[in-house]
């Protein structure tokens, strides 16, 4: 979370902090977060990052992604060994 300082050109305007900073007489902060539209999915990239050439979007989900580490961790694991090295 941070916090962006209202109508103030003298006074810092960002604050990273996990609590409201206290007001000041005519200054007030309040919650900032990032705006805007996005970008286009990138597919191509999604696969790439997830090591999985023939994902569709709907495969890339958290809940899916989370279901197949497991595997992935075997596969790893086997790959390290399989390369004489102790995991």
Do not use: H
Not at 36 to 51: F, P, T, Y
Not at 55 to 79: I, S
């Amino acid at each position: 979370l941070c916090w962006v300082l209202e109508r103030s050109k003298k006074l810092p305007k960002y604050v990273d902090s996990n609590t409201l900073p206290k007001d000041t007489a005519l200054l007030k902060y309040v919650p900032w977060l990032p705006t805007g539209e996005g970008k286009a999915i990138d597919l191509d990239a999604a696969r790439r990052s997830a090591v999985w050439p023939d994902a569709e979007l709907k495969d890339l989900t958290e809940e899916n992604l989370k279901a197949r580490l497991p595997g992935l961790m075997q596969q790893f694991k086997a790959d390290i060994e399989r390369a004489g090295f102790e995991y």
